[in-house]
């Protein structure tokens, strides 16, 4: 099992507060990394060492997307944070229909090209609309086929697309080119709030098995709305994910 990040989006209302009162605490629950989707103020560089202070490391980033942020500001900020992979992530009009999901491809490509001239590489992060079939083919294989030369972060939960998707499958087929697992739980029912790990109706431990512990580097956990408290939430997946044998 690999060592267990956040993504910070899910304690976006406390960190608009205390952003260093969140930093501190899931270094106390024993968090190894976070994944950052806004730094609140603060440097890349100052980010990273507080990070490094209390024992964590940025484990990757959302912050700042390479399809919607200038690319010198995207190279600098990526690499300040000490990381080798930008982030990338699409909206459901890029994957409307075949046509689209060319166009998106070709965007993917271009920043692959611009991101390997200064070092980096590229992952995605999908939704659940990557998931949604397009001609005979979901989305999501479209761009892994298109796109050669992308990593995947992977999000399983969106890739189960509400129940209509294998995301044990999903996980394997991609697996030689997904360093990330985004893990969450919830009931697979759109409008529904996620949940905390092991509460939900997600076979976590099946779908982290397919990956492959050659290329995964983490499991960031990531629940984008819960009904319960999110602090609360966000440590009891630690806890799960721990008992799996991620700690």
């Given at each position: ?140 294989h479209w761009i892994a086929e298109l796109c050669p030369n992308v990593e995947f ?89 721990a008992g799996l044998g991620g700690a």
């Amino acid at each position: 099992m690999k060592p267990i990040s956040v993504q910070l989006y899910s304690l976006r209302q406390a960190s608009q507060q205390d952003f260093d009162a969140v930093l501190e605490r899931l270094a106390a629950i024993g968090y190894q990394g976070v994944e950052p989707f806004n730094l609140f103020g603060k440097t890349p560089e100052s980010f990273k060492a507080q990070v490094e202070d209390l024992g964590m490391v940025v484990s990757s980033s959302h912050h700042p997307w390479a399809n919607r942020t200038d690319a010198s500001e995207v190279v600098d900020t990526v690499s300040a944070l000490g990381l080798t992979r930008a982030a990338g992530g699409f909206g459901p009009d890029d994957f409307t229909d075949l046509d689209a999901v060319k166009r998106t491809a070709n965007t993917v490509n271009s920043l692959i090209d611009a991101l390997s001239a200064q070092g980096l590489g590229l992952f995605l992060h999908n939704h659940w609309w990557e998931f949604a079939e397009i001609e005979g083919k979901l989305g999501y294989h479209w761009i892994a086929e298109l796109c050669p030369n992308v990593e995947f972060e992977v999000d399983t939960y969106w890739a189960a697309n509400f129940g209509a998707v294998d995301v044990v499958a999903e996980v394997a087929r991609v697996k030689d080119r997904a360093p990330l697992l985004h893990v969450k739980d919830g009931p697979l029912e759109k409008g529904k709030a996620h949940v905390a790990l092991g509460d939900g109706k997600m076979d976590i431990a099946r779908i982290i098995a397919a990956a492959d512990p050659d290329v995964l580097e983490w499991n960031v956990v990531e629940l984008d709305d819960c009904d319960t408290d999110m602090m609360t939430a966000v440590e009891r997946s630690y806890r799960f994910l721990a008992g799996l044998g991620g700690a």
